[in-house]
């Protein structure tokens, strides 16, 4: 399939990055393995003469410098919530805190997350059934057209959803528990987007002749 995004430039890769971290700050709940993953990233950024080095990369980010940065190109801001919204389910709790985030990044890029926001509602006024997980089938379809197209995306995605289940746990939006993940967590109602983007991301590091090993 011919790719139909265009890789991000330096200064939308920093952006990019910085805005995900922003969104696993927003909880409080900044685990080791995130803490791990964004200071090596950022520590190889700092390395690279291609990227232009800001005053602070692991700063958190206004959504106001998110706009300037994607700001008029629709497809990529589309992928750039995409993956806000995977990273803050990717831990299985989807908090108030982080959907505020990602709703001033929306606003800032004169966007609405449809699916999203029916759920919010239907959360939030109390209509939610965890037994009718077919209320999550549109933002699942949503993020389902998450559109790998850059490699050091591809990387961070890889080493974001580990390769193994995670232990048992709840899995919260905006505050409610929707759903209990025993050890075996193919129960999770977004297991299927996380490890298909996993698999995405690895398929296109294989088809850009990458070595994947260290990612299975």
């Known amino acids: 399939m011919v790719d139909t995004f265009k890789p991000y430039s330096p200064q939308q890769f920093q952006v990019w990055l910085r805005a995900l971290k922003t969104i696993a700050l927003a909880d409080g709940d900044y685990s080791e393995h995130e803490r791990e993953l964004f200071h090596e990233l950022f520590e190889e950024l700092s390395r690279n003469p291609e990227f232009p080095v800001e005053q602070d990369l692991e700063a958190p980010i206004t959504a106001e410098e998110v706009a300037t940065a994607f700001g008029g190109d629709l497809p990529l801001i589309q992928n750039f919530l995409r993956t806000a919204v995977m990273m803050a389910m990717a831990d299985g709790h989807y908090s108030q805190s982080e959907d505020g985030v990602i709703q001033s990044f929306c606003r800032a890029l004169g ?106």
Request: aromatic share 10%; net charge negative; charged share 25%.
């Open 111 to 216: 966007q609405d997350i449809h699916p999203l926001a029916e759920l919010r509602m239907k959360v939030q006024a109390s209509a939610y059934d965890e037994q009718h997980p077919s209320l999550l089938s549109p933002v699942k379809d949503w993020l389902d057209h998450l559109d790998i197209h850059d490699d050091r995306m591809a990387r961070f995605i890889c080493r974001l959803i580990p390769s193994q289940c995670p232990f048992e746990r709840d899995v919260m939006l905006f505050g409610r528990k929707v759903a209990h993940i025993p050890a075996m967590c193919k129960i999770n109602p977004f297991y299927d987007q996380l490890v298909g983007l996993r698999f995405r991301s690895l398929s296109f590091l294989a088809d850009h002749g990458e070595d994947i090993s260290s990612y299975c």
